[in-house]
């Protein structure tokens, strides 16, 4: 983010910090007043997607996206999950339709950053990684194709092994910001 804010000094940045504010899960209301048609929706029903709504408005807003995340026992933190699950909404931010999903929010440049305690791409990977396929196919459900990844691989393996993840970071991090950040 300090990168991009020194490239484009006029760029409004809206972090969500995830982990400190963790969106609530969708429960039962929420669920329900999601998957109905908007047309039947009363009151009870909007204040239980208020959430879902700003979250969605900062997507639609954005014109780049920036996820950083950790890995989590393979896959995504329990709190992007809560995010996800309030910004991939059926008839909001995609489509059924007999070919399958399709997304209905505007393609950007999204930057995604994992850290990882172990390896689950480079040598030596001994696990599964259901972190990355995941977030670019769920991303893809709502428009957003134009992904580019970045594994902070070893990250419990000491001090060098971080400090040489992190070098490696900033370097991607200049190459990715595309013309313009
Ligand atoms: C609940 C939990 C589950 C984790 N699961 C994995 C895992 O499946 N694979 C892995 O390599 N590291 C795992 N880790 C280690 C984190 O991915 C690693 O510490 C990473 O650097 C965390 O990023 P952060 O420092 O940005 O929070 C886990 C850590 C926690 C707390």
């Not at 979250?55 to 329990?78: K, R, W």
């Not at 930057?111 to 696990?127: I, K």
Request: aromatic share 6%.
């Amino acid at each position: 983010m300090a990168r991009l804010a020194a490239r484009h000094p006029s760029a409004r940045i809206v972090t969500r910090d995830l982990a400190a504010d963790p969106p609530p899960y969708v429960d039962e209301a929420r669920a329900i007043a999601m998957l109905m048609p908007a047309e039947q929706r009363g009151a009870h029903e909007e204040a239980a997607l208020a959430c879902s709504e700003t979250l969605i408005g900062e997507l639609e807003a954005s014109d780049l996206l920036v996820i950083s995340t950790p890995m989590h026992n393979y896959s995504v933190p329990a709190p992007l999950k809560a995010w996800i699950d309030h910004v991939v909404r059926i008839r909001r931010t995609f489509r059924s339709t007999p070919e399958g999903k399709v997304g209905m929010l505007h393609d950007r440049p999204t930057l995604v950053v994992t850290a990882a305690g172990g390896f689950h791409s480079t040598e030596p990977a001994r696990q599964p990684d259901y972190l990355t396929p995941y977030l670019r196919a769920i991303l893809a459900t709502i428009g957003i194709h134009d992904v580019a990844f970045h594994n902070l691989e070893g990250m419990g393996r000491g001090p060098e092994a971080v400090a040489r993840a992190l070098e490696g970071a900033r370097a991607w991090l200049d190459e990715q910001l595309p013309p313009g950040f």
